[in-house]
């Protein structure tokens, strides 16, 4: 049973930054595609960011530009750098592998962005 386990969410003033950091029971990263996922209240989660095996990026288009998914797999960790950000980022931020697996859902990080 893998554990995945988010942190660095906050309060944060629009355009300001926040990095966010998941950290994995053992070493799932060098196998799998991972990927930050969020939920915003009464929205579907939807995946902003993903990172390949290889280290190939993806990202969703509200986010392009503004946010940087890396991962360190010697410390079993995968980061999100986000900045500018805006109100519509505010939401609850998960990792998980991609495609997502059900049992490696954590609690979340809350990220909530005043204007």
């Known amino acids: 049973q893998v554990q995945l386990v988010e942190s660095g969410g906050g309060l944060v003033q629009a355009g300001g930054s926040l990095r966010l950091s998941c950290v994995a029971s053992?070493?799932?990263?060098?196998?799998?595609?991972m990927g930050w996922y969020r939920q915003a209240p009464g929205k579907q989660r939807e995946l902003v960011a993903t990172?390949?095996?290889?280290?190939?990026?993806n990202y969703a288009d509200s986010v392009k530009g503004r946010f940087t998914i890396s991962r360190d797999n010697a410390k079993n960790t995968v980061y999100l750098q986000m900045n500018s950000l805006k109100s519509e980022d505010t939401a609850v931020y998960y990792c998980?592998?991609?495609?997502?697996?059900?049992?490696?859902w954590g609690q979340g990080t809350q990220v909530t962005v005043s204007s």
């Open positions: 990172v390949t095996w290889g280290g190939a990026t």
């Open positions: 053992r070493n799932i990263f060098s196998i799998k595609s």
């Open positions: 998980n592998t991609v495609p997502s697996l059900k049992n490696y």
